[in-house]
């Protein structure tokens, strides 16, 4: 458990608040009486975290010049980009902001085998991101989180309707971890002691290949669940015609080829006793596929409430939010 004394004692930032690493870093620091505060691009996003007692600063990162009044004060920042073209750009913004205000200490999550050389674009664009940060003078922890586990969520409906789980990975194995094991880990980045100057690669306590998922999800469930290894191509241009675009068609095509490889057949012992074994064998499975349902039911209710509070706006809005929760986001970071 990480301590409430330390939490207390450092103003903390979260930038990147509203994923689902950076929501419950927020939530997890602010619930350990830390002084949290999230960055957000409107008051819109920051409503949620005012009603659990969170701090809201906006500003955009695309625009460093709404950066400083956020920055200001604070002692540590904790900082997440979305996988983009635009993501050194982005955190560069964020790193300058922060030394400019005085920041003693950064955390950041980069992605899986963040390298210069890597065979992925995600990885060698995170790589500039963590040699800038390297360099900077500020003290820094960088995580490199594997495959979320959370991202096996976009084969629900196949699961639901088929009993199919249709990816592109071949036989390829993943040492895949929770992302609320992440959220977990980068709270004692941020709250313990020890973690200055230090990177770590954390993943689940073993690898498996998406047979052995649909095997243990077909416990879980009480279902018969096969996995069905689909065409690296066909998988793309199946993404390219439900309107993914360029960028993260390249960024998923790249992770899809290598993870076919063994690329990420691999674990580590850097997550050490923040690891959730549990859900890593899918006892906790059914808990994941009612969370997706869940949400879109959330969605659904919003929908309503929306339109009667706030008429066309709220219906744009929620058509939206619809579109996100009819997909699991895929952060392969």
Same mark, same amino acid.
């Given at each position: 458990m990480s301590s409430i004394s330390n939490a207390s004692k450092k103003a903390i930032l979260v930038v990147g608040a509203t994923s689902t690493i950076g929501s419950g870093v927020a939530k997890s620091l602010s619930k350990l009486g830390?002084?949290?505060?999230?960055?957000?691009? /409107?008051?819109?996003? @920051? #409503? /949620?975290?005012?009603?659990? +007692? &969170?701090?809201? =600063?906006? +500003?955009?990162l695309a625009k460093p010049e709404t950066l400083g009044k956020a920055f200001k004060g604070i002692d540590t920042a904790f900082i997440l980009t979305p996988p983009s073209e635009l993501a050194p750009g982005l955190f560069s913004n964020a790193l300058?902001?922060?030394?400019?205000? @005085?920041?003693?200490? *950064?955390?950041? &999550? /980069? =992605?899986?085998?963040a390298a210069h050389d890597a065979p992925t674009i995600n990885s060698r664009s995170h790589a500039l991101s963590d040699s800038e940060l390297i360099t900077s003078g500020i003290k820094y922890t960088i995580i490199k989180p594997h495959f979320f586990m959370q991202n096996l969520l976009m084969a629900t409906e196949s699961v639901k309707s088929e009993g199919k789980i249709y990816l592109p990975?071949?036989?390829?194995?993943? +040492?895949? &971890? !929770?992302?609320?094991?992440i959220v !977990?880990? /980068?709270? #004692?980045? *941020?709250?313990?002691a020890g973690h200055d100057n230090k990177v770590y690669t954390i993943t689940g306590p073993e690898s498996i290949n998406l047979k052995q998922v649909a095997a243990s999800l077909s416990k879980v469930i009480n279902k018969p669940v096969e996995y069905v290894a689909v065409a690296l191509d066909t998988a793309i241009e199946q993404m390219k015609q439900s309107g993914v675009d360029q960028y993260?068609?390249?960024?998923?095509? !790249?992770?899809?080829? $290598?993870?076919? $490889?063994?690329?990420g057949n691999f674990v580590t012992s850097d997550s050490g006793d923040c690891v959730s074994v549990d859900f890593f064998n899918f006892r #906790? +499975? #059914?808990?994941?596929?009612?969370?997706?349902?869940?949400?879109?039911?959330e969605g659904r209710r919003g929908r309503k409430k929306r339109e009667r509070e706030g008429g066309r706006r709220g219906r744009e809005r929620d058509r939206r939010a619809i579109d996100i929760n009819s997909r699991v986001a895929v952060y392969i970071e």
């Open positions: 830390a002084s949290t505060t999230v960055l957000v691009r /409107s008051e819109e996003k @920051g #409503k /949620s975290f005012k009603e659990e +007692g &969170i701090n809201v =600063a906006v +500003g955009d300058w902001a922060a030394k400019q205000a @005085g920041v003693k200490h *950064i955390v950041r &999550i /980069s =992605a899986v085998k990975f071949g036989e390829g194995a993943l +040492g895949m &971890i !929770d992302s609320r094991d !977990d880990f /980068s709270v #004692k980045t *941020i709250t313990d993260t068609l390249n960024l998923l095509h !790249d992770y899809f080829e $290598q993870y076919s $490889q063994n690329w #906790k +499975g #059914k808990e994941g596929f009612r969370w997706k349902s869940e949400r879109e039911e």
